[in-house]
């Protein structure tokens, strides 16, 4: 299964609350990082049994594949904005970086990202969060 599809799979599964079909798709020992404030780990919570699929439902707007990796967003009102970055390795989810209400910019880095600070040189994909009313997000850089 190419790794778009997986993690569109991944999503579709969480919505019917199969979590048999979603533990398919993830490694055993899945690497998890998380960045937002605590209580918006959702997607842990979620994929730890902590919560029903019920608690808070996932809902890509976009989903955007990048190599190895393939880079979820979604956003339900003003104030809960995410990005999922899922690494797939052999048909399955072997990492997954969780970000909530922060801005994401993926950037390809190969040796070295510290060329080209300014402008997009590098930068393969860039988060699109809804007008937060008057609030900045923090922003974070996923090198790939």
Known sequence: MATKALVESLYDSLARGDME???ALMAEDVEWWFHGPRRCQYMRRLLTGEAG??????????????GGWVVAEGWEGKHAYWVHAWAVD????TRFREYFNTSVT?????????????????????????????????????AV
């Open 90 to 93: 052999g048909g399955v989810i």
């Open 106 to 142: 993926v950037r390809e880095c190969g040796g070295s990202c510290t060329s080209t600070v300014s402008g997009n040189g590098g930068t393969l994909w860039q988060s699109r969060a809804p007008a937060q009313g008057g609030r900045s997000l923090p922003g974070l850089v996923l």
């Open 21 to 23: 079909a979603v533990a």
């Open 53 to 66: 699929h019920g608690d808070f439902r996932f809902r890509p707007r976009a989903v955007t594949a990048i």
